[in-house]
């Protein structure tokens, strides 16, 4: 009886040592059973989208959309579309009733090239649209745009950078056109770039403040959070009622690293950031989903569906009337979607 029970006691003791499985979940399963539990299920509207222009590209993405209740998908034009020449991805998407096409901002691009004449007849090219109705607001508006690869260890890839002044006369003319038609204005504007030491953040901070009473009548939309940190991003807010961000869910190690220093809402283990829930639930009517997706490309690009199923999963943790602003309402106020 006595050696049963050593033998027993040094079990237990070992088990201390050993990597048992637990009999309760680990806390990391528990936070996403309960995600599970609480995630909206609705109707999701993506704020933010750059498919291929090819039309089987649309075509493949649109019914991934359709399979993911995504019920609309604001598309539009990156910053670097510019060298293209062309916006075939913007008239071929209106074939598609899920799709909200913003007018296009290359004209920013060959501010950056110093094209003035070019910039001024793409700039026509948008107002002509946007005064027309065919598109629904401007995007993306890139004003500062670095090479994010950079951050990854040094990627032959790159990123085109895109530098304009913030007060360039076509910029200040086009806010004034938003302005005057209470559209949106998708405005992709990074504050801090580590690998050549810019930190610009109060500049960039001041300009938002200055320009959000200037032109009141216009939805500014600061892409990606703002790609600053929830207290910068807070004090705009509160002197900007027409300020709002888009945010969107780092899929990949390569996304995460390129917005290291940009202020992401989620990390590796792919949950909502403390910091950013507090956020969110803070100004539940000012955050609006935006995937950044770019469907067509090469790589991490290919299953839209399962990123929209992972971002439901990332948002489960906040209130299920929370859940539906960010993912659905607001995008459908700020962009006036019937």
């Given at each position: 009886?006595?050696?049963?029970?050593?033998?027993?006691?040094?079990?237990?003791?070992?088990?201390?040592?050993?990597?048992?499985?637990?009999?309760?979940?680990?806390?990391?399963?528990?936070?996403?059973?309960?995600?599970?539990?609480?995630?909206?299920?609705?109707?999701?509207?993506?704020?933010?989208?750059?498919?291929?222009?090819?039309?089987?590209?649309?075509?493949?993405?649109?019914?991934?959309?359709?399979?993911?209740?995504?019920?609309?998908?604001?598309?539009?034009?990156?910053?670097?579309?510019?060298?293209?020449?062309?916006?075939?991805?913007?008239?071929?998407?209106?074939?598609?009733?899920?799709?909200?096409?913003?007018?296009?901002?290359?004209?920013?691009?060959?501010?950056?090239?110093?094209?003035?004449?070019?910039?001024?007849?793409?700039?026509?090219?948008?107002?002509?649209?946007?005064?027309?109705?065919?598109?629904?607001?401007?995007?993306?508006?890139?004003?500062?745009?670095?090479?994010?690869?950079?951050?990854?260890?040094?990627?032959?890839?790159?990123?085109?950078?895109?530098?304009?002044?913030?007060?360039?006369?076509?910029?200040?003319?086009?806010?004034?056109?938003?302005?005057?038609?209470?559209?949106?204005?998708?405005?992709?504007?990074?504050?801090?770039?580590?690998?050549?030491?810019?930190?610009?953040?109060?500049?960039?901070?001041?300009?938002?403040?200055?320009?959000?009473?200037?032109?009141?009548?216009?939805?500014?939309?600061?892409?990606?959070?703002?790609?600053?940190?929830?207290?910068?991003?807070?004090?705009?807010?509160?002197?900007?009622?027409?300020?709002?961000?888009?945010?969107?869910?780092?899929?990949?190690?390569?996304?995460?690293?390129?917005?290291?220093?940009?202020?992401?809402?989620?990390?590796?283990?792919?949950?909502?950031?403390?910091?950013?829930?507090?956020?969110?639930?803070?100004?539940?009517?000012?955050?609006l989903f935006a995937s950044d997706w770019k469907?067509?490309?090469?790589?991490?690009?290919?299953?839209?569906?399962?990123?929209?199923?992972?971002?439901?999963?990332?948002?489960?943790?906040?209130?299920?009337?929370?859940?539906?602003?960010?993912?659905?309402?607001?995008?459908?106020?700020?962009?006036?979607?019937?």
């Open positions: 009886m006595k050696f049963f029970i050593v033998v027993l006691g040094l079990l237990l003791i070992s088990g201390l040592f050993l990597d048992i499985p637990s009999q309760e979940p680990a806390a990391s399963e528990k936070k996403r059973a309960a995600s599970a539990a609480g995630r909206y299920r609705g109707p999701v509207i993506d704020a933010h989208n750059h498919p291929k222009r090819k039309d089987h590209h649309l075509q493949a993405f649109f019914e991934q959309a359709r399979e993911a209740n995504v019920e609309k998908v604001v598309v539009m034009t990156t910053p670097n579309e510019f060298r293209k020449h062309g916006n075939d991805m913007l008239r071929n998407s209106r074939s598609y009733p899920g799709a909200v096409a913003l007018c296009t901002a290359n004209f920013v691009g060959f501010i950056h090239r110093k094209n003035e004449e070019r910039a001024r007849r793409e700039f026509e090219w948008m107002k002509a649209d946007l005064t027309s109705g065919v598109c629904g607001g401007v995007g993306e508006v890139g004003l500062r745009h670095y090479d994010k690869t950079a951050k990854e260890g040094g990627s032959n890839r790159g990123q085109d950078v895109v530098l304009v002044d913030l007060n360039h006369p076509l910029v200040l003319e086009m806010l004034g056109l938003a302005d005057g038609r209470g559209a949106p204005v998708v405005l992709h504007i990074e504050p801090v770039y580590s690998p050549a030491g810019i930190d610009n953040l109060s500049k960039v901070k001041n300009w938002y403040k200055r320009v959000c009473r200037r032109f009141p009548g216009a939805k500014l939309i600061a892409a990606h959070n703002g790609m600053m940190s929830p207290g910068d991003l807070e004090a705009l807010f509160s002197s900007c009622g027409n300020l709002f961000a888009d945010f969107k869910f780092m899929h990949n190690r390569g996304s995460i690293t390129g917005f290291q220093d940009l202020h992401p809402m989620n990390g590796l283990d792919s949950g909502l950031f403390p910091q950013w829930r507090k956020m969110i639930g803070k100004y539940p009517g000012r955050f469907y067509g490309r090469r790589g991490s690009f290919e299953d839209y569906t399962g990123h929209i199923r992972a971002v439901r999963e990332m948002l489960g943790v906040l209130p299920p009337a929370v859940q539906r602003k960010v993912l659905y309402e607001n995008a459908k106020r700020v962009f006036s979607i019937d």
